[in-house]
């Protein structure tokens, strides 16, 4: 392993991108990000940028109108990058999944708009789920060679 | 007083365990998981034996994530985790308590494979006509235990009867054919006056 792949396994930093949820999923990932779980020990950390992040984290489902968001925010992260979807909603639309006839204002899953990497369901998941998610992502992370 | 508390809280803090979990490594569940409640939602587990293919849990499925394909012989009811929201209203709603939500929360899938489906297969039976499959053999024989348990005693023999000659035939069959195999609901009325 070299001293890049070494640092990106050591510190993932990911960035929290809410495509409009209820909000039940973001509050679980901040406790997995509070002291209680305290993730910063394994060098995950909360980036107020896509720019730097290597995980993307995805919460809800997808409104027609914040898809050009999502992609915008997907084509910011450096590449190697991986995404999670965290929640029911993100993961394969939940109450919003709707085939015939089609939402007028919801797309549903995440993964009809980005790829995703990692899929962790619940409603909300709890916290240990998300951390045990973004453990699975870590070891894409590494696989995959930017 | 100050100065000798502080020095005892000091010094009790030197065996105190810190707060943090020591979630993915640690092996004593009490240090690994926060508070796991008796009765927590988790993945929903079918019992295979016990499912009779009633359907029951699709039409109560909050979340659309229950679907019931019919194959040839085979119906395969599935629960596709992704879409689920473990609300446990399939728990409620099935009749021979076959689905239970298991304390499992712990699930991240890298893709949709067999892992995020709960799925059960039964096998169908075919209409003695029309060769058309209609309902699991198992589903059959529940309802005509269930419908001898609350009946009017009065009726239970005419039913019995009725039950067993309809059972072979799928829905539309027993419609059509109702006067020919001496089904129809109208002998019913006469027997209302006796």
């Not at chain 1, 001293?3 to 406790?31: F, K, M, Q, T």
């Not at chain 1, 993100?90 to 990497?117: H, K, M, Q, T, W």
Request: proline share 7%.
């Amino acid at each position: 392993m070299g001293i890049i792949e070494r640092a990106r396994v050591y510190s993932p930093w990911i960035y929290h991108l809410h495509c409009g949820g209820c909000n039940g999923c973001d509050i679980e990932i901040l406790a997995a990000l509070a002291p209680r779980f305290d993730v910063e020990r394994f060098g995950i950390q909360l980036v107020p940028s896509p720019r730097h992040a290597d995980i993307l984290v995805a919460t809800g489902c997808v409104p027609k109108q914040f898809v050009p968001m999502v992609k915008r925010v997907y084509s910011q992260v450096p590449e190697p990058k991986v995404v999670v979807a965290v929640g029911s909603c993100a993961c394969g639309g939940s109450l919003f999944y709707d085939d015939s006839p089609e939402n007028y204002a919801i797309l549903g899953s995440v993964d009809r708009v980005i790829p995703v990497d990692v899929y962790v369901p619940g409603c909300a998941p709890k916290p240990e789920a998300i951390i045990n998610g973004i453990v699975q992502a870590v070891m894409k992370l590494n696989h995959k060679k930017g | 007083m100050s100065t000798e508390f502080k020095l005892l809280k000091r010094v009790l803090s030197r065996y105190s365990t810190p707060m943090t979990l020591n979630y993915p490594s640690s092996v004593v569940p009490e240090r690994k998981y926060s508070q796991i409640p008796s009765g927590l939602r988790g993945v929903p587990e079918r019992d295979r034996d016990k499912c009779i293919g009633c359907r029951a849990c699709y039409f109560a499925c909050s979340g659309r994530a229950t679907e019931v394909i019919d194959e040839g012989n085979k119906r395969v009811i599935d629960i596709f985790l992704f879409r689920c929201t473990f609300c446990a209203h399939c728990q409620e709603a099935c009749p021979e308590e076959a689905i239970k939500l298991t304390e499992r929360f712990e699930v991240a899938f890298p893709r949709d494979e067999p892992g995020a489906h709960v799925s059960t297969e039964l096998d169908l039976l075919t209409c003695e006509r029309c060769g058309r499959p209609y309902a699991t053999k198992r589903m059959l024989e529940r309802t005509y235990e269930r419908l001898m348990e609350k009946i009017d005693p009065l009726v239970k023999e005419t039913v019995s009867n009725d039950y067993r000659k309809l059972i072979g035939y799928c829905p539309d069959c027993r419609r059509a054919n109702s006067v020919a195999l001496d089904t129809h609901t109208k002998k019913y009325v006469w027997l209302e006056g006796v």
